[in-house]
């Protein structure tokens, strides 16, 4: 069974992928318009690959760094915490891309490696995946995976495979 997951950087990819790739063969997309500078998206994009190179059955496809199109999106809401529209809107449109990339592979579901992060809506995401299932006909595979510790279990494989952890989302509107 094929699982397009969008991922955002390897350290929440370290878990999802250890509890995922056991049951299915990922198809990771990496879209993530809303990193900046380009000197940190390029960063997390060869950590990624490089925790990919441990996997014999995923793959990853780049999708176009675009943070023109994030800034569009998101404009007037520079001042909304994290977690508030900005967010909603970066995430919903980094999902609509994540599955439409699904139906272009033909892949059997899709989902994200957004939910491990404690910072993030499970409950949002999961509701976006399901209205996308409605538009695109692929199924969405809802997750909570910071569930049964994998946020710990995230970190505990960072320092594993030795993965660099940024210290904040990519937006640099919350960049600490």
Known sequence: MILA???????????????LSPD???????????????????????????LVGY???????????DPERFLALTAGLRDEPEGG?????????????????AKSVDADCFSTTLTIS????????????????GVYGVRSLPL???????????IELSKKYNIYRQNYCGCNFNEK
């Open 144 to 154: 909570n995976l910071k569930k049964k510790n994998g946020y710990l279990r995230s």
């Open 5 to 19: 997951l969008h991922s955002c950087c390897a350290p929440c990819s370290t878990y999802s992928l250890e509890y």
């Open 118 to 133: 404690p910072h993030k809506n499970a409950e949002f995401i999961n509701a976006c995946q399901a209205e996308l299932e």
């Open 55 to 65: 996997y014999d059955n995923i793959s990853l496809t780049v999708g176009e760094y």
């Open 85 to 101: 529209r900005r967010c909603e809107i970066c995430i919903k449109h980094r999902l609509e891309m994540t599955a439409r990339f």
């Open 24 to 50: 299915y063969d990922i198809s990771i997309f990496f879209y993530n318009p809303n990193i900046l500078p380009e000197a940190e998206y390029q960063k997390r994009l060869s950590e990624l690959k490089r």
